[in-house]
């Protein structure tokens, strides 16, 4: 799958790692690959991206990493705040080989800001290879992200094209309040059959897709400056209490304490 997008080199020069801070706002359009891994450290806002399997989150005091050669399309919102570091492929090994999600420690948060201040001269005194120090705190931050995995806020999308126009309705209104019934009946299926068949093309069931719909929608609504009020109504949810609860629940804090 990966062969059909272009494979683009991120580091010119040969330096080992290439830091761009601060973020700069805005998208790419189409998936591309990188020969070098990605960091993506967000201290506020969200970073969203569209892999070839679904729709993934990055939100504040979280750490994404893409490793070398997956197919992704980002979207930095305009919040944003924080680090994207790209890694020569040979230091890629101290990383996952698979998209990951990883909690923002105040000891990661530490080695960000001394990895993110690192100048080119720093690097050229090695020639062009990392100091034996900063090494070292390249693999302190892969030992404090192995112990902070996060829950990744990913979406994935089903493959069968009438489940396809469902889920894109859902992403494009999540206050849209059509039932498994509805859908059935939309979609010429049975209420089991659309069941079955979401759950094996997604690995969820409808119910949960949907929330995580929400909850993606709603975490880049609060990095445009909505209020909590607004975001829950927009949503379609019934109450804020309930708006906040479900949030909550997925991000073990408030909105409105997330928005600080």
């Not at 580091?11 to 189409?30: F, K, T």
């Not at 996060?150 to 059509?178: C, Q, R, Y």
């Not at 659309?194 to 969820?204: I, K, Q, V, W």
């Not at 119910?207 to 709603?218: H, N």
């Amino acid at each position: 799958m990966t062969a059909q997008y272009p494979l683009q080199r991120r580091i010119q020069d040969g330096r080992p790692v290439l830091v761009n801070a601060p973020l700069q706002s805005g998208s790419e359009d189409s998936l591309h690959r990188y020969r070098e891994g990605q960091l993506w450290a967000v201290r506020e806002g969200v970073i969203t991206a569209e892999l070839d399997t679904g729709s993934w989150v990055v939100p504040a005091r979280r750490i994404g990493w893409i490793p070398p050669g997956v197919a992704h399309a980002a979207r930095i919102h305009e919040a944003a705040r924080g680090w994207m570091i790209y890694l020569r492929p040979d230091l890629c090994p101290l990383f996952p080989t698979t998209p990951t999600v990883f909690d923002m420690t105040s000891l990661s948060h530490a080695l960000l800001e001394r990895i993110g201040g690192w100048s080119g001269a720093l690097i050229e005194h090695s020639a062009g290879e990392l100091t034996p120090p900063q090494h070292r705190q390249l693999e302190v931050l892969f030992d404090e992200l192995k112990i902070s995995p996060a829950e990744p806020l990913f979406l994935p999308m089903p493959s069968s094209p009438h489940l396809v126009g469902m889920t894109l309705t859902i992403v494009a209104d999540p206050a849209n309040k059509l039932s498994l019934d509805d859908w059935a009946r939309r979609t010429g299926m049975s209420r089991r059959g659309l069941t079955r068949h979401f759950r094996a093309e997604t690995g969820m069931s409808l119910v949960q897709w949907r929330i995580v719909a929400r909850m993606k929608r709603a975490l880049e609504l609060l990095a445009q400056g909505d209020s909590v009020n607004r975001v829950a109504q927009r949503l379609g949810y019934d109450s804020v209490s309930t708006f906040i609860g479900a949030f909550s629940a997925q991000f073990g804090t408030t909105p409105g304490a997330y928005t600080l």
